[in-house]
């Protein structure tokens, strides 16, 4: 497993922007695949982008396509979630997570919170 660490969460108005991080521990962050989730209040953890080991390869929830872009540094062990055109819908605790190869995301982090203002 690996230990994450988020940050970059805030508070900013609808339509602007923030820049999400993850930090992770290990060696061989480069062999697991990363996601961001989020879960906004009252309701469920829902899945909102991942990217492979290599970077690649991206998919994205279809609430967030267009406006939020994933993306991996390996040599710096760091995971990214650049999130554009925020809206209220939006807001919501995102999580980093990772998943080693052939299996679920099972490494989570603790979670930053994003809040968007109208």
């Known amino acids: 497993q690996v230990h994450l660490v988020e940050s970059g969460g805030g508070l900013v108005q609808a339509g602007g922007s923030l820049r999400l991080s993850c930090a992770a521990s290990?060696?061989?962050?480069?062999?697991?695949?990363m996601g961001w989730f989020r879960q906004a209040p009252g309701k469920g953890r829902e899945f909102v982008a991942s990217?492979?080991?290599?970077?690649?390869?991206?998919y994205y929830a279809d609430s967030v396509k267009g406006r939020f872009t994933i993306s991996r540094d390996n040599a710096k062990n760091r995971v990214y979630l650049q999130m554009n055109s925020l809206s209220r819908e939006d807001t919501a605790v995102y999580y980093c997570?990772?998943?080693?190869?052939?299996?679920?995301?099972?490494?989570w982090g603790q979670g930053t919170q994003v809040t968007v203002s109208s």
């Open positions: 990217i492979n080991w290599s970077g690649d390869s991206t």
């Open positions: 997570a990772a998943a080693a190869a052939g299996s679920e995301f099972g490494s």
């Open positions: 290990g060696r061989t962050f480069s062999s697991y695949a």
